[in-house]
Every structure is written in C-alpha cells, then in structure tokens.
C-alpha cells in the first residue's frame, strides 16, 4: 500500500519559526534518528514513527554519518523508507546530516578535515538515496584541524548544491562566532548552531553560545532537550530500576548521571508539570522552546507513544515569568555541565 501524507499536516497543532534572520522554517518540534534508528529497528515500526510525525506537521528529520548502532545504519533505514514511501514528499522535507565523528577506521574517517567532511557527505548521500542535504554540519568544534579548512569544506558542498545551508554543532562561543566569520567572508552564511541544551543543562547561555547566536542571526536547534531522557519521567528518586532504559544501556546516558542531588531536582520539576496538567517530556520541551533564539526542539524516540507525549507540548507551550522561575529554583540543585569538552 502506497503512503500517502495526510491533508491535514499543515492544519492541526505544529508552529513553525524562522531559523536565525534566514527564510527557512523549521518546526517547533524536529525528530531526529540517533540510535533508536539504527540496526535494531525494522522497517514498519520506522515507517509508522516518521509518518505519524511528518503527518503532524514535523517536517525535519536530523542524521548524521555515525547513527546508529552500527555507524551508518540510520541513514540507511531513512533512505528506505525515502524511496519507498515519503519520495513524492522531498520537497516539503528538511532533511539534514553531518560530519565529525568517528565513523570509520584510520587517519581520515573522524574529526574536521576536508577529506573527511567531503568524503562523509556523498557516502551520507548515497546511503540515503537524495540528491542533496538540506541542511549538513561540522558535527564538533576540531580542535586539531584549522577552523577555515572545516568551514571550507562546508562552503564548498553548499556551492555544488549538496547542501542548501550549512550549520554547526556544539561549538562553544569563540568558535562559533570565528565559524561564522570565516563562512560569510566566503559568502556562505551559517544557518544553524545545534547544541544539546535542557533545563538541567545550560552551557549556551553560560558561555554566550546563545546570544552569540541570536547577534550573529544564527538559528539554536537544541538536541538531548530531555537530558537524554532523564527529564522523561522515566527516573525519579523514588525509583531504582534503569531495565528498558538509556541508563541501563550506560551508552548514551551514563548511570552515573543519576546522582541524587539530580534526582532530587527531577521530582521537583515533575511536581511543576503536574500542577500545569502536563508531563515531564512536556514540562521540558516548553522550557526549551520559552526562548526566542531557539528555533526548535530536536527529540529522540523509541515508541510512538514517547512521540505522541513530546507533540503534547504543542497544546501548552506558554510559561509565565513565575513558573519560569520556579523551574529555575527546581533545577538548580541538579544542573548538569555538558559544555564541550566535558
């Protein structure tokens, strides 16, 4: 049976803002296909998560070279379910990859070089089956690679049209604001910063990544909103039983990240979520979406029923100047440091 988009993905909940001082839209709400799109997941249960969303109105789905389990893997399904059932809807589709980890053996598979961010770019092109990136990133700031090579490279894939806009991810604020100068002194702009950002975890406007942002007309996309699901309601004081989880996996999410001073903080906030009638993944996404420089919210999933709860937010995204605070009084005992390099 053929797919076919529902009439109504533009009509229902979705908000839509501009990324940075630029033309492009994104949803408030983005997906992105980390390891729960890997080598474990087949097709219908990928195939059912990506049409619901692009049925609601999410229309940007963020990759990169090394998703997975094993690297690559993510790009692959997504390029399946590409051709065999969302190709007729490209257009209407931000699509985005990037480079900058390891991704395969030897000198020339991680980090910034232009070898490697070139090389990255047409075999990310190839696994998913698409003529082009709508939006492609320098993965992490390389310390040992020269910041105009890494930005050279992404001038030079948006000058042969295999990205329509180049951005950056986790950048702290020198890098960023040099990454930025170096591309529009080679007449490419950059769209987007992507750095993880959550209630518990505040470096962008610690160090000045975000204002630096919002100076320069740089779009904030924020990845891990729900602290790699310890904002999800999954954990509390009160529970010690990680089975089925990130933490049980100690991958992603580390266990040792549940300390008890961050726990603490967890139930407070859950008590904030439920006197504003919501759910903690809710609670936390309107927190990350309260501010104006972000343009969007990048989830990660592993049901349709975690889907379904983060599009929730979308019935209550307004928070008063008073819950704001709250929250803030909530969370501070429990702050996380994930700025780069740490």
Not at 226 to 232: A, N, R, T, V, Y
Not at 236 to 263: C, F, H, I, Q
Request: aromatic share 10%; with cysteine; proline share 4%.
């Amino acid at each position: 049976m053929t797919y076919r988009a529902s009439d109504a993905r533009y009509g229902g909940g979705m908000q839509y803002r501009y990324t940075g001082r630029s033309g492009l839209k994104l949803p408030v709400i983005s997906l992105g296909l980390w390891q729960n799109f890997g080598g474990t997941r087949d097709y219908p249960s990928a195939f059912e998560m990506l049409s619901y969303a692009f049925d609601k109105g999410v229309t940007h789905f963020d990759l990169a070279n090394n998703y997975g389990p094993p690297p690559g893997a993510a790009e692959e399904l997504f390029g399946d379910v590409m051709a065999r059932d969302f190709r007729p809807y490209r257009d209407e589709m931000i699509i985005s990859s990037k480079a900058g980890w390891t991704m395969w053996e030897g000198p020339y598979g991680d980090r910034g070089s232009r070898k490697y961010i070139l090389a990255s770019a047409d075999q990310s092109l190839k696994r998913m089956g698409i003529e082009y990136f709508d939006i492609f990133y320098s993965h992490r700031y390389d310390s040992e690679t020269p910041l105009e090579e890494t930005m050279g490279a992404l001038a030079h894939l948006h000058r042969q049209g295999k990205a329509l806009y180049v951005g950056i991810s986790m950048y702290p604020e020198k890098q960023t604001r040099e990454a930025v100068r170096i591309l529009k002194d080679m007449g490419v702009p950059c769209l987007i910063h992507q750095p993880n950002y959550s209630i518990l975890n505040r470096w962008i406007e610690e160090d000045g990544t975000m204002a630096a942002c919002d100076e320069l007309g740089v779009g904030i996309i924020a990845f891990s909103p729900l602290q790699q699901g310890i904002l999800s309601g999954k954990y509390n004081s009160l529970k010690g039983d990680l089975s089925g989880t990130r933490a049980s996996e100690n991958y992603s999410l580390s266990a040792n990240r549940l300390e008890p001073r961050v726990l603490e903080a967890v139930d407070k906030l859950g008590e904030i979520a439920k006197a504003r009638k919501q759910t903690m993944v809710q609670l936390a996404l309107a927190w990350v979406l309260r501010k104006q420089e972000v343009t969007s919210a990048l989830i990660g999933i592993r049901t349709l029923e975690q889907l379904k709860d983060c599009l929730g937010v979308l019935d209550n995204l307004e928070l008063s100047a008073e819950e704001i605070a709250t929250i803030d009084a909530a969370a501070k005992g429990g702050l996380i440091d994930s700025r780069p390099g740490r």
